[in-house]
């Protein structure tokens, strides 16, 4: 997650800089349609590894508070898969945007735009491309990540203290609540 969050700085906030002072492309030739390319690609592969970072993060903490004494759901073999999966799906599902951004020269500058019904036709519709990602890396996760720790919240709330219920106790599983509670919210 921390390389994907990496990605905008290092790649996006750099373009939108120049953009604000000059509305043409700087760089023209091989080396400024790759980057014509890359810019918008990798914004989007940057999203989408960061939203399904978060899922897994939240299945790991359900995991470790829903099932406390199991081993845990994503150990360090399932993650390095997981990471290698998050970057797999995420450029796989973006990559439709590497064919459909070029430059184009229009009264002597050269411009990064993107032409989606002149690369795909009505194969493939952006409005139905966008709609798409938005369901799926961002609507869906949402209403995921809601459900995952409310669950978790209810089951910190229910949780019951084996033993004799004392005043100790509950000042303990309250305190302990409160913790996993901040642990949850960073």
Request: proline share 4%.
């Amino acid at each position: 997650m921390a390389m994907s969050d990496l990605l905008v700085p290092l790649i996006e906030i750099p373009l939108r800089v120049v953009n604000l002072y000059r509305y043409s492309w700087l760089i023209s030739g091989v080396l400024g349609n790759a980057l014509c390319k890359l810019s918008p690609f990798l914004f989007e592969v940057s999203l989408i590894v960061s939203v399904l970072s978060l899922i897994l993060i939240a299945v790991d903490r359900f995991g470790a508070v829903v099932w406390p004494l199991h081993s845990p759901l994503i150990n360090l073999k399932r993650c390095t898969f997981f990471i290698l999966a998050t970057w797999i799906v995420a450029m796989a599902s973006t990559s439709l945007v590497l064919f459909a951004y070029n430059l184009e020269k229009y009264e002597g500058e050269v411009f990064c735009v993107s032409k989606w019904e002149e690369t795909f036709g009505e194969y493939v519709s952006f409005t139905v491309f966008v709609l798409a990602h938005y369901v799926a890396f961002l609507y869906s996760p949402v209403i995921l990540l809601t459900l995952i720790y409310s669950i978790i919240l209810i089951k910190l709330k229910l949780q019951k203290i084996p033993g004799q219920e004392s005043t100790v106790a509950e000042i303990q599983r309250k305190k302990r609540n409160t913790n996993a509670l901040k642990w949850l919210l960073l």
